[in-house]
């Protein structure tokens, strides 16, 4: 039975920071056509610093960044410790520069792989009164 | 130079329709403590039917369940023909048994495995008022 797949790697974090490039690899450049026509988009990437047998056989965490918060499994947390270090980042695109995408919101290293790109759609991905514990209303937003 | 990684399957969808059911495996089900916190969740799964090279080199697209749509790259749609064939919901969580969650509002084939799991957060994830082109509007969410 197969339990796993292969991810393609579609780009990679420029600089990160304030605002924050993402380079799509020049042969999945074409697949950004249209991006300019969303504020939001969400992205996926690549934690590569935490691809290793540790952190990915990490199932529960203590979240350390935010206040009071209990022992939880990462399933219910932001951890980068996950079997699948894939981190998700809803940003706003400041700007679309050919194979370049300037955003921001989004807390990745430098480096980090990009393995998708997503238009936002908020019919679909926003619930503003979604309901999460206490816990995670101290600190950063994830 | 590597362009890629290994994704490990932590689970299955089971049933699917207008509540479905997602197994988490037994070995990761330690991962799922603390999500009943969360009234929804983000759920990557693996659309296996499309891991194959024609869809994964798909590049632009037609969306063809939304009336007037243009070409569109696949970064700036929800096609499921994509370079990493990840699908994304937001759900909201009806129950937590065991290692099972049942939620609605996925739309995922039966037998799709899952990738990740991850709570939702209102303050990163919630943009009520993100802007995407009217074809987007017309027709299913996503």
Known sequence: MVRGAEIRFVGEV???GETSTVRIYPEYCQGLLGVDGYSHLILLYWM???DDEENRRTLRV????HEGA???GVFASR????????????????AVEGCTLRVSGLDALEGSPIIDV??????ADSVPDA???????????T
């Open 62 to 65: 203590v979240p350390r960044r």
């Open 48 to 50: 590569h610093l935490r």
């Open 79 to 94: 951890s980068p410790s996950r079997p699948n270090p894939i981190g998700l980042a809803v940003v706003k695109v400041e």
């Open 14 to 16: 420029g600089s990160a």
């Open 131 to 141: 309901r999460a514990p206490d816990w995670t209303l101290r600190g950063p937003t």
């Open 70 to 72: 209990p022992l939880t």
């Open 118 to 123: 997503k238009p936002y759609q908020p019919r």
